[in-house]
């Protein structure tokens, strides 16, 4: 297969624009045999802004969370396999096969985005904590009408994930990161796309000064087209390294490299494959 190839497959999300993958072989890693899980809800009222406001500043403090109110009552003992299956949003009971089932339907949040008919989603990074008044205008967005069937979910970083590099694989999105943000708005066949597509929008303008910038990073399984769409027909780097750069950072122009040698008439694509360099095509004569 090659060393770069195979870098290049593993980058979530990107492995159509190479080829066809048949199988993996993966390697088992440990995991503990028991973990705790739990889920509180608090409302404003509760003073939710300044519980998630202080949850941002958690790895950076290295301090508790009493602000939380977490009790023993709340915590659950669960072996890591029904973590995973309480968190995809399925019933205690329901059979742990279903996680293998793409077409289960879930509680969860995002199981919901996936089969409530339709959903458009967009992503950032975020790497300083978003102060508490910003979170009034997050607030004034979700009560409009089109924000009432949407969420917005805060995945922390830290850990395993900031000591590796971020060219070790070409998912990049590492070290110093304190979160990943993923918004999503749903809606049925009987409601107007538009209008919750702009919801969105609106909402994701409202975060700019809020998370990365230069670029304003997302992730490619989280699939946004409005950062950028391939051409119809062949596409160039040149278009396509504003999007590139934000969901691979420097490791585009390597992903760009591995493509141009294995695909250089790019037959692997899609919306948002990666494109081979156009000079090879001129090279030799196409």
Known sequence: MGEDLFWAIQGGGIGASFGVIVAWKVRLVIVPSTVTGFRVSRSLEQNATKIVHKW????????????????????????????????????????????????????????????????????DYAKQPIPENAFKGIYDNFNEE??????????????????????????????????????????????????????????YSHMTPYVSENPREAYINYR???????????TSIEQDSNRGNKYFKNNFKRLVHVKTMVDPYDFFKN????????????????
């Not at 590099?165 to 809606?187: D, F, K």
């Open 56 to 123: 941002q500043l958690l790895p950076l403090m290295q301090e508790s969370f009493p602000e939380l109110g977490l009790t023993k009552e709340d915590c659950i003992e669960m072996s890591w396999i029904e973590s995973a299956h309480d968190l995809a949003g399925f019933n205690k009971g329901d059979p742990l096969d279903l996680l293998l089932d793409r077409n289960s339907r879930t509680n969860g949040v995002a199981g919901d985005a996936a089969t409530n008919g339709f959903f458009k989603s967009k992503s």
């Open 146 to 203: 089109d924000g009432e069937p949407a969420f917005m979910l805060l995945v922390p970083y830290g850990g395993k994930m900031s000591e590796i590099s971020e060219s070790e694989t070409p998912y990049p999105h590492r070290a110093g990161n304190i979160y990943q943000i993923l918004y999503t708005v749903t809606w049925g066949e009987d409601e107007t796309s538009q209008s919750h597509i702009d919801w969105i929008r609106r909402l």
């Open 224 to 234: 946004d087209l409005d950062i950028g769409t391939n051409n119809q027909g062949h």
């Open 271 to 286: 919306e948002q494959s990666i494109p081979p360099l156009t000079s090879w095509r001129k090279k030799n004569g196409d």
